[in-house]
């Protein structure tokens, strides 16, 4: 008989801020793989992380004692660890596994960089938040979430795929709230603009126990990004992770 998963064969080095270990953190509850949860404070990065990810950046996630780095890749190293065919993030059918990949190249990946470069608007800083978007920055970001709404209308969602929880929703939600929170600087608002079943999209990922555990309190968050004028606050100063994440019963310090 094989041995029960025991939380230690997995780590995850996380930052509860970071979108790119948000998508993780979403894809290890989903799949409901047992993990140890260590909190890295990028501010003050502890000198031993370097022996985990040279570089330095989270997410990273231990599994059997070997490291795996970069947030897709780690997904979907969790997509292939799940136990049952309910618990995988990837289509049983062929068809729809081409279908999100697809996907994953343009309309998801498209839409978070379209999405960072609106929110600089005129600043050109990478993460920041300013005013005097461009039309061409509007228009770039547009034609990502029209490529998402397309997804939703042809599959009747709740899901980017249909009825299954797929990566391609993983991927991208931690972006989109993250836009949708900051709409007072860009004037955006994601939810008017993909129309169609969006509101029914994002509401069928926020009811999901996974989704809300790991957004951080849209409230706090707003509060940070106006006073950092950036959507990378990567302190737990400004606030803790248990204010951050109200919803979390099992944060460790
Ligand atoms: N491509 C990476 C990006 C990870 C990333 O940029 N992480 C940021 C936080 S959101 C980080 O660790 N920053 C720390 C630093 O730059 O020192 C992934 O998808 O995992």
């Given at each position: 008989m094989a041995a029960a998963?025991?939380?230690l064969d997995t780590v995850f080095f996380t930052h509860t801020l970071c979108p790119y270990a948000e998508r993780v953190w979403i894809a290890l509850l989903e799949t409901g793989t047992q993990h140890l949860l260590v909190h890295i404070d990028l501010s003050r990065k502890p000198?031993?992380?370097?022996?985990?990810?040279p570089r330095g950046l989270v997410p990273a996630l231990q599994h059997d004692g070997r490291v795996q780095l970069e947030s897709a890749d780690i997904c979907r190293q969790l997509d292939s660890l799940a136990s049952e065919p309910d618990l995988r993030l990837s289509p049983p059918e062929p068809a729809l596994q081409r279908e999100m990949e697809e996907l994953l190249r343009g309309p998801c990946s498209g839409v978070v960089a379209a999405g960072l470069d609106l929110m600089a608007g005129?600043?050109?800083r990478h993460w920041g938040i300013g005013s005097g978007q461009t039309a061409a920055q509007r228009e770039g970001f547009e034609a990502h979430l029209r490529g998402l709404s397309a997804?939703?209308?042809r599959h009747g969602g709740p899901f980017l795929?249909?009825?299954?929880l797929t990566l391609a929703d993983v991927m991208v939600y931690p972006f989109l709230?993250?836009?949708?929170?900051?709409?007072?600087?860009?004037g955006y608002d994601i939810g008017a603009v993909l129309g169609g079943r969006t509101g029914e999209w994002l509401a069928a990922l926020e009811a999901r126990p996974a989704f809300r555990t790991t957004s951080a309190d849209s409230r706090l968050l707003l509060e940070a990004f106006t006073a950092h004028q950036s959507l990378d606050f990567f302190d737990y100063e400004t606030y803790t992770c248990f204010q951050l994440h109200p919803h979390n019963q099992h944060m460790l310090t």
């Open positions: 998963p025991n939380k000198g031993w992380y370097r022996s985990v990810n005129s600043t050109g997804s939703l209308q795929l249909g009825t299954h709230y993250r836009f949708s929170v900051a709409k007072k600087f860009s």
